[in-house]
């Protein structure tokens, strides 16, 4: 367990203390990524003998292969410098309502609007890691509709509203950790992609009786339906984490942003929303920058536009 002032800063005053410079923030990343020893990227040797090439530079003695610790990490390639983008996830921790652009582009002078959010979209993907940390054993799922100031009818199909398909385990009491994602339809194989991208298998899915949901007991789940209009209860009794993380998640967007956020906005926000509410014990900001830290260099590049086509494409 990474130790406050020890492995992460406390305060605002020593973080910068702790990366006046480049240097300072490539030798922090080195030490988050390589805690347990280098490991080539190419090779896959781990806790391998390098040798310094240049400064920041390792070559692995096994494959001769050069990397930096930023190499294959959403931290590579940009002419940002990491001081900024380090404040950046300081800045985005330590929000307790969530960031925009236009503040992040404010507080820490970033050139221009685009470069702000470049970097949010980028640390997005450092939040959510795909793959990781399935949620498991009794998971809720189901769909609610995001945005849009015309009210709603309710129910499928609300038009000019976004769906957000949402997965919350259930601790008894309260929930457990969340998932989203923001989908063009409410399909069967929309909806089984969610779960399964989503939850481990073997777990207890729950879900109403939506036809959507139908294949999910085909992928090694075991699918507990309730069928709303038979049981007589309303959904949010039957469903009750699933449907407070979703009026959670509209009472922050409309909170934070006033409930004006495009599509490809709202990607976002539901992975900020997601990383902060599966962290909402943690009792240390500092941590969450670790963390956030730790899942950036876990987070594959990409090009704002590549990300931008991938998740339309999603
Ligand atoms: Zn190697």
């Known amino acids: 367990m990474p130790r406050a002032g020890v492995d992460y800063p406390r305060t605002f005053q020593e973080l910068l203390s702790w990366f006046p410079d480049e240097q300072a923030c490539l030798a922090y990343l080195e ?153 063009p339809d409410v399909s069967k194989p929309t909806l089984t992609d969610f779960v399964l991208d989503n939850v481990a298998r073997g777990s207890e899915v729950h879900t109403d009786g939506w036809q959507g949901y139908d294949d999910i007991g085909k992928y090694r789940f075991s699918h507990v339906v309730t069928n709303l209009s038979a049981s007589g209860d309303p959904a949010h009794v039957v469903m009750p984490h699933v449907h407070l993380v979703a009026s959670l998640l509209k009472r922050w967007l409309l909170g934070t942003h006033q409930g004006a956020v495009t599509h490809d906005q709202l990607d976002y926000y539901l992975d900020e929303f997601t990383f902060r509410f599966n962290r909402r014990r943690s009792r240390h900001r500092g941590l969450l920058f670790y963390r956030l830290i730790e899942g950036a260099l876990a987070a594959d590049p990409a090009p704002y536009t590549t990300l931008l086509a991938q998740r339309r494409a999603a």
């Open 31 to 183: 030490r988050v990524r390589w805690r347990d020893g280098f490991i080539c990227p190419r090779c896959g040797t781990v806790g391998g003998v390098w040798w310094a090439v240049r400064r920041g530079l390792r070559k692995c003695t096994v494959c001769h292969h050069e990397t930096s610790v930023t190499a294959g990490t959403i931290f590579h390639g940009s002419r940002l410098p990491l001081t900024s983008r380090f404040a950046a996830i300081w800045y985005v921790v330590n929000q307790k309502n969530g960031v925009s652009a236009l503040g992040l582009q404010h507080v820490l002078e970033f050139g221009s609007y685009q470069t702000a959010w470049a970097w949010l979209h980028k640390l997005s993907r450092a939040m959510v890691l795909p793959g990781r940390e399935l949620l498991q054993d009794a998971v809720e799922v189901d769909e609610t509709y995001v945005g849009g100031v015309r009210p709603g009818t309710g129910g499928r199909g609300a038009a000019g509203k976004a769906i957000v398909v949402i997965a919350a385990e259930d601790r008894g009491e309260a929930a457990g950790r969340v998932r989203m994602r923001r989908v």
